[in-house]
């Protein structure tokens, strides 16, 4: 750009170079991060809020030209959706081309809608899976171990208590995760533009970096399912003289977290065979109902009391039955 306007005066020249300042940038940065669904609509999804975030900009290139500055806004008026973190490379990128558009460079309104439109879609994809499929999870599974809470043990309600700790440090971890992706994505995109994003796709960067956050995100979903998923079976059987708890004496005997694991998996075999998610709910909502029914014997009183009357225990595992318990069934 430079080489070009050498030779031209030197208030034509200020007059044809215009540049974002990084106060630009972070209010672009700011609106976007707060108000990227403040007007969310099915007609046009994000579209709003991307003109919004756009606008320190626009007012900086085309602030003299009320023309160009309307139809700036007017060319950022289109359809746009996608994650609002990753996304953000767009803005940036958008960025670079409305600067160099302002300069009078031949950077045509459809080649911007275009880079918007066929952006959009991978980073969306990208952003779901890293964010929150991915971190969101692992940020949520780390919070809740900190709280000190364990599904399924023996807990006197009136005395429960968990450490606030937990809970903060999710709010402050998905929060630094937020706004530091959202801030590298857009400047990023300014400073690099779209040969940049397109690189990283071609070489397969990205799809190792979703391949690996599967992989994580597989291993917390593993440690959650073993530390939440509880299912005991309460029912015990009398074979001659011996009496027999089908849970502490089979089914721990065989594998401790027998149960829970097979459900998992019966689950994740259903899902992928097409049952929808509702319909799975629904059928295990009745089956823990009829299965707390207490049929067997007596009814307990409390949640902690020994299991034995029903056919699935669902408070606590199975207490060793003593005295008239182990004849009564309870």
């Known amino acids: 750009m430079s080489d070009t306007i050498n030779s031209a005066p030197a208030e034509e020249s200020e007059e044809l170079e215009k540049r974002l300042t990084k106060r630009d940038l972070v209010k672009t940065y700011l609106i976007w991060q707060f ?6 609509n099915y007609e046009r999804l994000q579209a709003t809020a991307f003109a919004h975030s756009m606008t320190p900009a626009i007012k900086r290139l085309y602030g003299g030209d009320e023309e160009q500055t309307r139809q700036a806004l007017k060319r950022h008026l289109v359809f746009f959706n996608t994650s609002p973190d990753f996304g953000a490379v767009i803005h940036g990128v958008t960025l670079a081309m409305e600067e160099q558009k302002a300069n009078g460079k031949p950077v045509p309104d459809d080649a911007i809608n275009s880079m918007k439109t066929g952006l959009m879609g991978p980073l969306a994809g990208v952003g779901d899976t890293i964010g929150q499929g991915i971190m969101v999870p692992l940020f949520l599974a780390l919070g809740i171990s900190i709280t000190g809470l364990k599904a399924g043990a023996e807990q006197d309600l009136a005395d429960l208590n968990g450490n606030p700790l937990g809970a903060i440090l999710y709010v402050i971890l998905i929060t630094a995760f937020v706004l530091g992706v959202t801030w590298v994505a857009m400047s990023q995109g300014y ?15 990205m799809d190792r970096v979703i391949l690996g956050a599967g992989v994580l995100g597989n291993m917390v979903l ?8 509880k299912l005991y079976v309460g029912a015990s059987i009398t074979v001659g003289e011996t009496h027999l708890r089908l849970q502490q004496d089979v089914f721990d005997h065989i ?29 295990y909502v009745v089956v823990c109902i009829l299965g707390a029914i207490p049929f067997m014997g007596p009814a307990p009183q409390y949640v902690t009391d020994a299991c034995g009357s029903s056919i699935l225990q669902p408070y606590a595992p199975c207490a060793a039955p003593t005295g008239d318990d182990a004849g009564s069934g309870k």
């Open 222 to 229: 593993g440690g959650l399912a073993a530390s939440f998923v």
């Open 255 to 283: 594998m401790p977290g027998l149960l829970p694991l097979a459900l998992v998996l019966l689950t994740w075999w259903l899902l992928t065979r097409g049952w929808h998610p509702i319909k799975l709910l629904v059928i």
């Open 35 to 40: 108000f990227s669904h403040s007007n969310y």
């Open 191 to 205: 400073r690099r533009g779209r040969s940049a994003v397109t690189e990283v796709f071609k070489s397969g960067l």
